[in-house]
């Protein structure tokens, strides 16, 4: 959806990651999501380890796969990772996904992700 319909279908390939979030006699799989997650994570160091891109996004239209793929019920969508080879930024023809693309990476410094003790919700940097 949006911009990701302007570069994504370049890719070599469109990764629907899903959680199957019940067993077969209804019982939940509270893990499910956890899992889905930590596949992905690790599919992405492995991509990355052979040189491939790897590119996660949320931004697709979920009623669409699901009725294209007849996805059931106990199927939850997470992300679709989009693998392929790094084009150069330029290729994205969009100056908005160029200055991104282009953008020093910033991550949040350790102490802000771990919190020792038992925080209270608001205390979290990351909260609403
Ligand atoms: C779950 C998830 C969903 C995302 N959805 C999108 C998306 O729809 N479109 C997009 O361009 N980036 C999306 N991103 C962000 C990019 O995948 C990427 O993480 C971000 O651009 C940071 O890039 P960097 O790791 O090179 O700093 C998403 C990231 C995550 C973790």
């Not at 084009?87 to 693309?101: C, H, T, Y």
């Not at 282009?102 to 102490?111: E, F, G, I, Q, S």
Request: net charge negative; hydrophobic share 45%.
């Amino acid at each position: 959806m949006g911009f990701n319909a302007t570069w994504a279908p370049t890719a070599s390939a469109l990764v629907l990651v899903v959680a199957v979030t019940t067993n077969e006699d209804g019982s939940p799989r509270p893990y499910a999501l956890y899992d889905a997650g930590l596949a992905s994570a690790f599919m992405t160091v492995e991509a990355s380890h052979r040189g491939i891109a790897v590119h996660p996004i949320a931004g697709f239209n979920r009623d669409q796969v699901k009725a294209e793929y007849s996805l059931p019920e106990n199927f939850a969508q997470t992300a679709i990772l989009v693998l392929g080879k790094q084009a150069p930024a330029d290729a994205l023809g969009n100056s908005a996904l160029i200055e991104r693309e282009n953008a020093p990476r910033v991550r949040l410094k350790l102490p802000e992700l771990v919190v020792a003790g038992l925080p209270k919700p608001q205390d979290l940097a990351f909260s609403a």
